[in-house]
């Protein structure tokens, strides 16, 4: 039997394609699903892919096999969501995790995020628990949250508080951001904003926009 040996580029360019193709087929299988409905668990996730929606920013899912990402991504497709990508957090696919210890070397850390797309939001992607997948509520519809992203859409001038404004400064000196990272999180907050039918950006809005900032490890891989 012939056994192929893969280099580390290479077996990370065959999980994006295969991630790429399960993302196409569950998209066209699920085209008449209502994922809002079927979807259950991964609350943060289906959050993040709303506010992708609204912002109309590109967003990466990372997470481990089965964890949800290619669901997800169904799911922010049906939300309008236009640029998605998914990874998993390694080569290995453990680092991070309690369970199992990551065996990716330093060295393959680095090639790995240098090929790991870029995106304006990130959220990493748990899988849902036993409690949550027994569950019989059904989540809120696709078409709800569809009418909520347009109405949001609708404004587009909301002005900083004052809390949110310094919070927004702390982040920038702090987290080291440049000019156009400042500019990402403004237009994520806004939408988060208009989400919440908020007469301005507020310091929660402000907070949460930072949160779906992508990780430092994916420029500089610390391990």
């Known amino acids: 039997m012939a056994v192929f040996q893969l280099n580390d580029n290479e077996l990370s360019v065959l ?9 196409r087929r569950t998209k066209q299988q699920t085209l008449n699903v209502d994922l809002g409905q079927q979807i259950k668990g991964l609350e943060m996730g ?11 920013q590109s967003i990466l899912l990372m997470g481990s096999s089965g964890s949800g990402k290619t669901m997800l991504r169904a799911y ?12 998993h957090p390694c080569l290995c696919g453990y680092r991070g995790s309690l369970t199992n210890p990551c065996t990716c070397s330093f060295d393959s850390l680095g090639a790995y995020y240098l090929g790991v797309p870029k995106s304006d939001l990130f959220i990493e992607v748990c899988p849902a628990t036993q409690r949550e997948m027994e569950t019989k509520l059904k989540g809120t519809s696709v078409e709800t949250y569809q009418k909520q992203i347009k109405e949001a859409k609708k404004h587009t001038s909301l002005q900083l508080d004052q809390p949110s404004e310094s919070l927004l400064k702390a982040a920038v000196v702090e987290l080291g951001l440049s000019n156009r990272d400042r500019e990402r999180i403004l237009v994520t907050a806004r939408a988060i904003a208009n989400l919440g039918w908020c007469e301005q950006i507020e310091a929660s809005h402000i907070a949460e926009a930072v949160n779906y900032r992508p990780p430092n ?5 610390k391990k």
């Open 15 to 23: 999980m994006r394609e295969v991630s790429e193709e399960l993302h």
């Open 76 to 87: 922010g497709y049906q939300l309008g969501v236009k640029v998605s990508f998914e990874a």
């Open 46 to 56: 289906k959050r993040a892919m709303l506010v992708a929606a609204a912002a109309g």
């Open 217 to 221: 490890f994916l420029c500089g891989v």
